[in-house]
């Protein structure tokens, strides 16, 4: 029984020192605020900041408890695009907020001498990363 014990709390100090270390470099890079600062938002940034950590611990619950949704089979591929499509842009919106806080981006362009092109190589990586993805789900290498 103690083993059992020492297991749990184990699990969950590591759950909760990796999530505490996700949501603080989410916080630390800023990237809430400058898209609520980019699309006017501003006076929601505490809705956003909740949104997030409600949907860091609801898909955590999701993935832990292996909870299935029942929903209709004609809403399925609908609701697998909305979901895919949200977390795409969450994850490319964190990336480009820690290049940009990083300085990657200025960095390069110097380094490059670009003067002009900059929001093409970007948009560019996006569009890749975008087909990438659209081949490696449509051919089916991923495993359910």
Known sequence: MIEYLLLILTALGGGMIVSAGIFALISSTGVITRMAGKTHTGKYVRIYETAVIIGGIWWNVFWVFSVGLKIPSAFENVFEIIIGGTQGIFVGC??????????????????????????????????????????QFLNGWVKS
């Open 94 to 135: 964190l990336a480009v907020s820690l290049a940009e806080a990083l300085n990657a981006t200025a960095i390069f362009s110097r380094r490059a001498k670009l003067k002009i092109g900059l929001s093409f190589i970007i948009l560019s990586a996006a569009v890749g990363k975008l087909l990438g993805a659209l081949i």
